[in-house]
């Protein structure tokens, strides 16, 4: 019988080091002259963010340190989508930030098409949020490893490889 190799396609972050990233992100908005006084509360749940704060300008520096500190936690800036400001009572802004995580069947789809049209010697399988890729030479799996790399950069979500067996 024929040993066979696989390895699971994911989109996902660590949850613990977002956290981490949120918790510098209030304490540098404590610190911060020019954000100190600004009352901002930044709220995180499962898959949101949720930033309130006293104006455009002020939400654009709250931003640009989230987007600082979650790259210092070595998380993809991928896994932020800003949606459109909201403004609330008070002249305040509101700003949700969906938190990507998981492959969404169409992209899934996109992906094992291509794979199967680049490598002929592998197999795709959708399962859920994530694509197992299977075949009988490790040299095809890691072929099918550096395709997707080259095609990250063109997709708006981070991947990562696991289960390399």
């Known amino acids: ?62 931003q640009d340190v989230l987007r600082k500190k979650v790259t210092k936690r070595n998380l993809s800036l991928k896994i932020l989508d800003f949606q459109a400001p909201e403004p609330t009572g008070g002249g305040r802004v509101l700003q949700k930030v969906l938190l990507k995580k998981g492959l969404t ?3 899934s789809k996109k992906l094992s098409k291509m794979l199967r049209n680049s490598l002929k010697k592998i197999n795709v399988a959708i399962q859920g949020d994530r694509l197992r890729v299977t075949g009988k030479n490790k040299d095809d799996l890691q072929s099918a490893i550096a395709l997707l790399r080259e095609y990250e950069d063109d997709l708006d979500f981070p991947l990562q490889f696991e289960n390399y067996r």
């Not at 002259?33 to 709220?43: A, E, G, P, S, W």
């Not at 499962?46 to 704060?53: F, H």
Request: proline letters at 0%; hydrophobic letters at 45%.
């Open 105 to 107: 069947q169409e992209v």
């Open 1 to 62: 019988m024929a040993e066979t190799f696989s390895f699971d396609v994911v989109s996902d972050f660590d949850h613990q080091e977002l956290v981490n990233a949120v918790d510098q992100l209030k304490r540098e908005l404590l610190q911060r002259y020019d954000l100190k006084d600004t009352n901002t509360v930044v709220i995180l749940e499962e898959l949101e963010l949720i930033i309130t704060t006293a104006s455009e300008m002020t939400l654009q520096s709250v």
